[in-house]
């Protein structure tokens, strides 16, 4: 079986920039107060280079792209 | 022949020219390099029609294109065989042939934008403390580039070569001062000790660039050698 994508977000880092958001509005959104709520299903991997785009232009580096490989 | 040697004909000094015009577009791009990253850290500069990672897509792109002009200043100037610059003077910020103090400060601004653009490139392994104190020497880079620019630039002296380099002091004072005065009242000290730093900077090297590379016999005093002031001076 084939590792599935998902994002999360180092809360200690993420101070709300939103660049996130605005680079990946299929998976993140903005709640009020400029953090990223993050979609917590596996991601599309039609969506994956642009998640990556999203990590790569965290400025504080608190997306982190994970790769799981389900259990069994 | 012996002594001083003629200039060359104008098609033999296209190392020369090529040179001179990559040093100046260059200072440009990265000038616009320092501005896009100053205000990309501002909350305040996004929007709808212009989102912040075009603002960073921008600060990265921008700086590899200053960097390759770089790359065009520096080997034309080590290809072109009329002043000697060689290898060595690339990196090291001392000792070199032609007006050494000022063709140092633009090795040392070289040596510092290469730090500042790998561990950019590495910013991931660094983690974010360690890049963002590093990132700023990009201040001092550019600061040095400029310098190096009054110093050792053969077309400083030109109105319009002027008119482009205080654009560019322009454009990074006005970034930083947007800077310093976006979230006023947080960091109130930084933020004034950072305003008097920026003034005492640019009035310093004001005063060294009236006294020295806009003042007459700038190209002797730099140490320019004999058989190329002729040139330089032209």
């Known amino acids: 079986m084939r590792a599935s994508l998902r994002l999360t977000v180092d809360w200690v880092s993420c101070d709300g920039q939103g660049l996130c958001a605005e680079l990946l509005p299929e998976a993140i959104t903005l709640d009020e107060w400029g953090y990223p709520v993050v979609d917590s299903r596996p991601l599309s991997r039609t969506l994956e280079p642009m998640a990556r785009r999203a990590v790569a232009a965290c400025p504080k580096l608190a997306l982190i792209l994970e790769q799981t490989r389900p259990v069994g | 022949m012996t002594g001083a040697k003629t200039p060359l004909p104008v098609d033999m000094q296209t190392l020369w020219f090529l040179t001179r015009a990559a040093g100046l577009v260059s200072l440009v791009l990265l000038t616009l390099t320092m ?33 390759s002009l770089l790359v065009v200043h520096i080997g034309t100037a080590v290809a072109d065989d009329y002043v000697s610059v060689r290898l060595r003077d690339v990196v090291l910020p001392a000792g070199g042939l032609y007006r050494p103090v000022w063709l140092g400060a633009g090795a040392a601004a070289l040596d510092v934008m ?66 310093l005065t976006d979230g006023w009242r947080k960091h109130t000290g930084w933020r004034i000790a950072g305003a008097a730093g920026v003034l005492a900077l640019v009035t310093v090297v004001a ?13 002797h005093r730099s140490g320019t050698p004999a058989h190329a002031s002729a040139k330089a001076s032209g």
């Open chain 2, 114 to 179: 290469l730090l500042v653009t790998l561990t950019s490139l590495a910013r991931f392994r660094l983690g974010h403390r360690s890049w963002r104190m590093i990132h700023y020497a990009a201040y001092a880079a550019w600061t040095l580039a400029v310098v190096h620019g009054l110093g050792t630039g053969s077309d400083a002296k030109l109105s319009w070569a002027l008119a482009v380099q205080a654009g560019c002091v322009g454009v990074v004072v006005g970034a930083v001062g947007f800077r």
């Open chain 2, 35 to 67: 501005a896009l990253g100053i205000c990309s850290t501002s909350r305040s500069v996004g929007s709808r029609r212009w989102p912040r990672f075009l603002n960073q897509g921008l600060h990265r792109n921008v700086s590899l294109i200053g960097l």
């Open chain 2, 207 to 219: 005063m060294w660039a009236e006294q020295g590379p806009l003042a007459p016999g700038w190209s």
